[in-house]
T-cell receptor, first 114, second 115 residues
Framework: DQQVKQNSPSLSVQEGRISILNCDYT??????FLWYKKYPAEGPTFLIS?????DKNEDGRFTVFLNKSAKHLSLHIVPSQPGDSAVYFC?????????????FGKGTHLIIQP | EPEVTQTPSHQVTQMGQEVILRCVPI?????FYWYRQILGQKVEFLVS????????KSEIFDDQFSVERPDGSNFTLKIRSTKLEDSAMYFC?????????????FGSGTRLTVV
């Protein structure tokens, strides 16, 4: 039961261009969404989050968009840099659901080409 | 910057053996978690721990698993009798507040290989 789906296992983008990573969810109880970045041999590191009361959150080169009606969120990275090459995980949380754990997607491997 | 420390970084064990994975969460954090990632699959929640007891556990966290905070700094995950399918990266995380994922700090993980 994949409640959080990242349908693109990998994405290749040229340096300087925009990277768009997509995520879909099925559980309407989710009201908090996060993106994590993971390098090999390291744990996930928090990147950016968005609450369901918003439709956009921006932090420097990173912007997350949330479309609640479509149960879809996306992460935009502009401009893409070589250091952005990593696996990006979308995660979701239901604050009112009594659950402590995050539900992760399978991840998208972003490759920034010079 | 404060970090979550996990030891060992890699553990190889024989099937049926017990393993203990260790974690030192960030000192002022109150919530502790274990996640795992089987190679090529998603990161999965195992268990959360708060106030010296399990707060929530997933269906993966069966009777073979246990967690403990034996002292004021360590947080351990024990697998009593390892199976081949327990081979995975195990990530410890801690947070100051419940459920605020932006506050989660993950460790670098322990790669468990069961042979």
């Amino acid at each position: 039961d994949q409640q959080v789906k990242q349908n693109s296992p990998s994405l290749s983008v040229q340096e300087g261009r925009i990277s768009i990573l997509n995520c879909d969810y099925t559980n309407s109880m989710f009201d908090y969404f996060l993106w994590y970045k993971k390098y090999p041999a390291e744990g996930p590191t928090f990147l950016i989050s968005i609450s369901s009361i918003k439709d956009k959150n921006e932090d420097g080169r990173f912007t997350v968009f949330l479309n609640k009606s479509a149960k879809h969120l996306s992460l935009h990275i502009v401009p893409s840099q070589p250091g952005d090459s990593a696996v990006y995980f979308c995660a979701a949380f239901a604050s009112g659901g009594g659950a402590d754990g995050l539900t992760f997607g399978k991840g998208t491997h972003l490759i920034i080409q010079p | 910057e404060p970090e979550v420390t996990q030891t060992p970084s890699h553990q190889v064990t024989q099937m049926g053996q017990e393993v203990i994975l260790r974690c030192v969460p960030i000192s002022n954090h109150l919530y502790f978690y274990w996640y795992r990632q089987i190679l090529g699959q998603k990161v999965e929640f195992l268990v959360s721990f708060y106030n010296n007891e399990i707060s929530e556990k997933s269906e993966i966290f069966d009777d073979q698993f246990s967690v403990e905070r034996p002292d004021g700094s360590n947080f351990t995950l024990k697998i009593r009798s390892t199976k081949l399918e327990d081979s995975a990266m195990y990530f410890c995380a801690s947070s100051r507040d419940r459920g605020q994922g932006y506050g989660y700090t993950f460790g670098s993980g322990t790669r468990l290989t069961v042979v």
